[in-house]
């Protein structure tokens, strides 16, 4: 892991895409859809709050690729965690109790959804109600993800939960 971060912003992308290239190619089916995306080695628990996964973004697509070469533990993508509003998280780490969200559209002349105000409104409510339920939230940017910063968040924050729970 401490290799990946070590890596220049070029090295780290030119990785992702062998790695993005070395992955086996599945088409999904349509009995699949509704089933949870699993990362890392550990299997989790199926859940009703899995729904079919949207499209991913380029950094959607990137954290996971770091995430598989990281050896990072389980997660899931598109995680809903809170089923009764429909609202979805990027990635979650469901042990650690933390959720992670891949921000875009910065940089989009007029702004991004997640920046206009309807979006971002929508989005500050979401970010609450995860917190009120107790989940921690990891927010990252693609160009977080594409220097390795995003890695490294993540990865600190799965070390801090795992020395709390070794301490408990």
């Given amino acids: 892991m401490s290799a990946m971060l070590r890596l220049s912003p070029e090295q780290l992308k030119a990785h992702m895409d062998r790695m993005a290239q070395s992955l086996p190619?599945?088409?999904?089916?349509k009995l699949d859809a509704h089933k949870p995306?699993?990362?890392?080695?550990?299997?989790v628990k199926e859940n009703k709050a899995w729904v079919k996964p949207k499209a991913r973004s380029k950094g959607e697509e990137g954290l996971e690729l770091a995430l598989r070469a990281a050896k990072a533990?389980?997660?899931v993508s598109e995680y809903r965690f809170m089923p009764e509003r429909r609202y979805r998280a990027d990635f979650a780490f469901l042990?650690?109790?933390?959720?992670?969200e891949v921000e875009g559209g910065q940089w989009v002349?007029?702004?991004?959804?997640?920046?206009?105000?309807?979006g971002y409104s929508k989005d500050i409510e979401k970010y609450?109600?995860?917190?009120?339920?107790?989940?921690?939230?990891?927010?990252?940017?693609?160009?977080?993800?594409?220097?390795?910063?995003?890695?490294?968040?993540?990865?600190?924050?799965?070390?801090?939960?795992?020395?709390?729970?070794r301490l408990a």
């Fill in 25 to 29: 190619v599945r088409k999904i089916t």
């Fill in 37 to 43: 995306v699993i990362g890392g080695d550990a299997a």
């Fill in 73 to 75: 533990p389980a997660w």
């Fill in 95 to 100: 042990e650690a109790r933390l959720l992670v």
């Fill in 109 to 118: 002349a007029g702004g991004g959804r997640h920046n206009r105000g309807d």
């Fill in 128 to 165: 609450n109600e995860m917190t009120i339920q107790g989940w921690r939230l990891l927010r990252v940017t693609t160009g977080m993800v594409e220097d390795g910063r995003a890695l490294g968040y993540i990865m600190r924050a799965l070390n801090v939960s795992e020395r709390k729970r």
